[in-house]
């Protein structure tokens, strides 16, 4: 059995608009990552099985790993199909907000989802949600959206509904938002979750290998080179990668390949903190990711230098600037941060 984390009186706020809503509008954070897209279509997959006119739109391209979902298909893309999207979102019923907090993370798509008449929900498990909606399920002790997903299917009575296929996007929710379940992944009704999906049908191992194990040649070629560029701070007990557009090119670097690098230093015997640095293809910016183990606060480093935030041991940033001012700006910040570091 799993414990009510949703409070009743949104599961029963929630149910009156679903059961009344037609057309149901689901969106998710810009940069979509495993989570995003698997709530989106967990969700989505439920909602078509409920005989709605469901939509999922996100503000631009995920990664190639995550095409294989069901339902990835149908995933409308904002910065392609605006005029279609706007006139979505602006009809919609119900719209569902997944799996971010603040407005400013669906980038241009904000403003039409504030302008849109419909009944608004937020679903997220970030902290400090902003008041963009009408009921807010805002879970940080949860590890994914996904997982909130599940639960929210659960107790509105349906988890009958739920099919493989819906399995199978809640279930790659889960599994990225834990890196495979070896990080925020110590609460044991995760692992129920699991059971009640694989009772679905759903092949684990094999959603494993399609998310993980299916990167280009060149994908793997970039990681050794970023990774013998590596910088380690014993000190600091701290380590920074980074990737500028010049090597992104020698690469044949496409969207998605530096997916899980910033991970990668904190295999390293005594380093707990990890920083990735990347020249953005689009924006002129350096795209900043964090990454912790135990109790450092990534989330005060980011929101402190880089404008930016997330969760305790995952979070990230901006940087307007060249790659060695931020370089500069994060060694800066390695002092600052040097009590918490040891
Ligand atoms: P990633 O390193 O995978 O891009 O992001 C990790 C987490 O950091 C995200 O799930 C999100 O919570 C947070 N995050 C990433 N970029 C930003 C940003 O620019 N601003 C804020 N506020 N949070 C971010
Ligand atoms: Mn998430």
């Not at 190639?64 to 979902?69: G, P, R, V």
């Not at 560029?229 to 992104?248: F, G």
């Not at 390293?268 to 990711?289: A, N, Q």
């Amino acid at each position: 059995m799993l414990t009510k984390v949703i409070e009743q009186s949104k599961i029963d706020h929630f149910t009156k608009w679903f059961d009344r809503a037609e057309k149901i509008v689901i969106v998710s954070h810009v940069g979509p990552d495993g989570d995003a897209i698997g709530s989106s279509l967990g969700l989505w997959h439920f909602a078509c099985s409920q005989g709605k006119t469901v939509h999922v739109i996100v503000p631009n391209a995920f990664p190639d790993f995550l095409k294989w979902m069901p339902g990835s298909k149908d995933v409308l893309l904002y910065d392609r199909y605006k005029e279609f999207a706007d006139k979505l979102i602006a009809e919609a019923d119900v719209i569902c907000c997944l799996d971010f907090n603040a407005i400013h993370r669906i980038d241009a798509m904000g403003d039409a989802v504030l302008a849109s008449p419909a009944r608004k929900i937020l679903i997220d498990h970030h902290l400090h949600p902003e008041d963009f909606c009408r009921i807010i399920i805002s879970h940080p002790e949860i590890s994914s959206t996904s997982e909130l997903i599940f639960r929210l299917i659960c107790r509105m009575g349906y988890f009958s509904d739920i099919s493989k296929e819906g399995a199978e996007c809640i279930y790659t929710g889960m599994m990225t938002d834990t890196g495979g379940f070896t990080y925020n992944s110590n609460n044991r009704e995760i692992y129920f979750i699991i059971s009640e999906l694989l009772s679905k049908g759903i092949d684990k191992d094999a959603i494993y290998r399609k998310v993980y194990n299916t990167y280009s040649e060149s994908r793997l070629r970039l990681m050794g080179y970023v990774l013998s560029q590596m910088k380690v701070y014993p000190d600091y007990h701290a380590a920074l990668i980074s990737l500028t557009k010049k090597e992104q090119n020698s690469f044949d670097y496409i969207r998605g390949d530096s997916e899980g690098f910033v991970n990668i230093p904190l295999s390293i015997k005594g380093v707990v903190f990890s920083c990735f640095l990347r020249e953005d293809t689009e924006k002129p910016m350096i795209k900043i990711s964090l990454r912790s183990v135990g109790t450092f606060p990534c989330n005060r480093l980011a929101a402190e230098f880089f404008g930016g935030g997330g969760h305790l041991n995952a979070s990230g940033g901006e940087f307007y600037g060249t790659m060695e001012e931020a370089r500069k700006v994060f060694e800066q910040a390695l002092e600052k941060y040097k009590p918490l570091l040891l």
